[in-house]
Nanobody, 124 residues
Framework: QVQLVESGGGLVQPGGSLRLSCAAS????????MGWYRQAPGKERELVAA???????NYADSVKGRFTISRDNVYYTVYLQMNSLKPEDTAVYYC??????????????????WGQGIQVTVSS
């Protein structure tokens, strides 16, 4: 079972920056797409950014030019650098990692894991 540990959230003033990290551990065979989602109160969870193993990225229109996603394929970690934060960025942020793991019987199977969520609050 893959475990994800998120860090880096908190309270920041508008215009400020935060950097989120999400580290994966467990019987990982490979990691495919790594991404960040967020969910604001009363809203559905939405994709913020995603990155493929080759480094191709995808961003929500609302964060383009302000957020940067990156990954470390050695340490199974995905980052989200958030600059020029706005109050509307306030949400619980979740990392998501998809890939393959070693199963108990020695086979390899797919996984799709979520972090526990981390609060980001942008307020003056």
């Amino acid at each position: 079972q893959v475990q994800l540990v998120e860090s880096g959230g908190g309270l920041v003033q508008p215009g400020g920056s935060l950097r989120l990290s999400c580290a994966a551990s467990g019987p990982i065979f490979s990691i495919n797409t790594m991404g960040w989602y967020r969910q604001a109160p009363g809203k559905e969870r939405e994709l913020v950014a995603a990155v493929t193993p080759g480094g191709d990225t995808n961003y929500a229109d609302s964060v383009k030019g302000r957020f940067t996603i990156s990954r470390d394929n050695v340490y199974y970690t995905v980052y989200l650098q958030m600059n020029s934060l706005k109050p509307e960025d306030t949400a619980v942020y979740y990392c998501n990692i998809q890939g393959k793991i070693y199963l108990h019987n020695g086979d390899i199977g797919p996984y799709d894991s979520w972090g526990q969520g981390i609060q980001v609050t942008v307020s003056s």
